[in-house]
């Protein structure tokens, strides 16, 4: 029993290392706050990520005997089926993560990589090849001058094909649209017509330099992006309601 309870408690020791280093690549880098209430992603990949850190070392615990001719076999088997889980686990949630945060006319969209338009990648500038691996990217998607193309893209949306916001052709620095976000942004009074007041002057006082606000589309949460219209910058993501 003592060696299987030392088993255990190495088994759970290195998988709980691995928990840590995982929690911190998604909620840190891939789901920073609070983009991850916004995905929905914490319920989920916390309980995928409890399953794995403790079925591994039961198993473990359960298998264990020393002596035994196929331990190694059982072992082996076991940290492939618990590694393979959290590969599994990982890969999914790194297809949902918001990959880019694109402003399109009035509004910021959370979009995944599972989201984009992999069509006309010849179009695509090579900053946007790729979905960011490192975090969330800020980026704009501009309408093509191009009429045609613009009732297309307008008449595919309609029906559930890829929208603006999920055409990296379109995309475009952030800068290039700090105008339009100016003119768009909304006043932060507006803020407590959709939240309580004191909710609204709890989140303000974090980040003073803000002076106006726009949507943010999500998967699970819509959510609100400061802006500071004087530089034209985007201040930070806040968990208020853009709407009721």
């Known amino acids: 029993m ?12 290195l998988s709980l290392l691995v928990a840590l280093a995982s929690l911190f690549l998604v909620f840190r880098i891939w789901y920073p706050s609070p983009l991850s209430v916004a995905m929905g992603v914490t319920h989920v990949f916390l309980v995928m990520l409890l399953v794995d850190v403790t079925l591994g070392p039961v198993l473990t615990f359960c298998v264990f005997k020393q002596g035994k001719k196929t331990l190694k076999f059982d072992l082996a088997v076991i940290a492939v089926l618990q590694v393979g889980a959290l590969v599994y686990g990982l890969h999914t949630v790194a297809e949902g993560r918001p990959a880019w945060l694109v402003f399109t006319t009035d509004r910021f969209d959370a979009v995944r990589p599972i989201d984009l338009d992999s069509r006309f990648s ?12 490192l975090g969330p990217r800020w980026v704009a998607a501009v309408r093509p001058d191009d009429v045609k193309a613009d009732s297309d893209i307008v008449f595919e949306s309609v029906f559930g094909g890829a929208d603006l916001q999920h055409r990296p052709y379109l995309y475009h620095p952030i800068k290039s649209v700090a105008k339009d976000i100016g003119s768009r942004a909304q006043p932060l009074e507006r803020l407590k ?21 726009l949507p943010l589309m999500a998967t699970v949460k819509p959510m609100v992006v400061l802006v500071k219209k004087q530089s ?5 993501i806040v968990d208020l309601s853009p709407w009721t």
Do not use: I
């Not at 034209?232 to 930070?236: K, Q, S």
């Open 2 to 13: 003592l060696d299987r309870l030392r088993a255990f408690a190495v088994h759970f020791s």
């Open 122 to 133: 010849e179009n695509v500038a090579p900053e946007y090849a790729s979905a960011p691996v």
């Open 193 to 213: 017509e959709f939240n309580s007041e004191s909710q609204v002057v709890e989140v303000l006082k974090q980040w003073p330099e803000a002076d106006a606000w």
């Open 232 to 236: 034209l910058e985007v201040v930070a």
